[in-house]
């Protein structure tokens, strides 16, 4: 069974900095590649970045390229989101989700909070 | 820059009705879009791939067409269960782009 469990989310001031994490299980992590989606309080659904099989392409949402940086751990199944110099508008839940195109699965999601 | 419209925004329908939820690119994107259904207080779940391949275990009621700058998700039969917001996402190039979403209420 695919699984997909988000982590990482918390309340951080304007300028801070967290790191999400995103660990799967049930598939072979390798044969994907992964994406982060975004969704602020009652608000429609952003893709954020994404990344391929093994690291060596990453894709960035033009509101977070510069300050966001995605990552993977094959040897973990984990998936990585460095989020720096936050913004309260990068308020959101981020979803983690399997594939570049066509994501098929999706992780319940984890809160970011950005606020003094 | 790259525009993505989707309509209505929301709509309004009873059990039993046929419903259409269109999106339209500024660009053409051949076939790369998706549907995605998404539940209050839940995760997306895609339904359609590819403008009309059909997701293993999505009801055949769902139907996508379309290609180029016009897609079509239409939803035959509506069931209790359809009540969601539905965005489409282009994949064809980056940054992808969700449309604004439609609200669909069944009464």
């Known amino acids: 069974e695919v699984q997909i469990l988000e982590s990482g989310g918390d309340l951080v001031p304007p300028g801070g900095s967290l790191r999400l994490s995103c660990v799967t299980s049930?598939?072979?992590?390798?044969?994907?590649?992964m994406t982060w989606v975004r969704q602020a309080p009652g608000k429609g659904l952003e893709w954020a970045s994404g990344?391929?099989?093994?690291?060596?392409?990453?894709y960035y949402a033009d509101s977070v390229k510069g300050r966001f940086s995605i990552s993977r751990d094959n040897s973990k199944n984990t998936l990585y989101l460095h989020m720096n110099s936050l913004r309260p508008e990068d308020t959101a839940i981020y979803y983690c989700?399997?594939?570049?195109?066509?994501?098929?699965?999706w992780g319940q999601g984890t809160l970011v909070t950005v606020s003094s | 820059a790259f525009q993505m419209t989707q309509s209505p925004p929301s709509l309004v329908a009873s059990v039993g009705d046929r419903v259409t939820i269109t999106c339209r690119t500024s660009?053409?994107?051949?076939?790369?879009l998706g549907w995605y259904q998404q539940r209050p207080g839940k995760a997306p779940k895609l339904l359609i791939s590819?403008?009309?391949n059909l997701q293993s275990g999505v009801p055949s009621r769902f139907r996508g067409s379309g290609r180029g700058t016009h897609f079509i998700l239409t939803i035959s039969s509506l069931q209790p269960e359809d009540s969601a917001t539905y965005y489409c996402?282009?994949?064809?190039?980056?940054?992808?782009?969700f449309g604004q979403g439609t609200k669909l209420e069944i009464k």
């Open positions: 660009e053409d994107i051949r076939n790369d």
């Open positions: 590819a403008s009309s």
């Open positions: 996402l282009q994949d064809y190039n980056y940054p992808y782009t």
């Open positions: 989700a399997r594939g570049i195109m066509d994501f098929d699965f």
């Open positions: 049930g598939f072979t992590f390798t044969s994907y590649a």
């Open positions: 990344i391929s099989h093994y690291g060596d392409n990453t």
